[in-house]
């Protein structure tokens, strides 16, 4: 999976997830959750979160893990993928 560009320049990121299966340590899916400039992060986690872990463990039909990373994480393109024992992100495989 390659990443791609973020959000609107109007909203702010305040967390951005790899989901990925934990058999193979493919990268399936990135998440960022992104806020504008008059909301509550706290609130928006709060709402969101489960039903959205739990849609797109649906959608992909199979179970899924992922671990949170950093937007500067992402920068620089290529695939990526995860290593499941380490639970960090691998650039390039």
């Known amino acids: 999976m390659e990443p791609r560009a973020t959000?609107?320049?109007g909203l702010r990121i305040v967390e951005t997830r790899v989901y990925f299966d934990p058999a193979s340590g493919e990268?399936?899916?990135?998440?960022r959750l992104a806020?504008?400039?008059d909301q509550d992060p706290d609130d928006r986690l709060r709402r969101g979160t489960d039903a959205f872990d739990r849609w797109l463990r649906a959608q992909h039909d199979r179970e899924l893990d992922f671990i949170h990373v950093q937007e500067s994480d992402l920068?620089?393109?290529g695939p990526i993928?995860?290593?499941t024992r380490a639970r960090t992100l691998l650039r390039g495989h």
Request: glycine share 18%; no cysteine; proline share 18%.
């Open 7 to 9: 959000p609107d320049p």
């Open 27 to 31: 990268a399936v899916h990135i998440h």
């Open 35 to 37: 806020v504008g400039p």
């Open 75 to 77: 920068l620089g393109g």
């Open 81 to 83: 993928s995860v290593d």
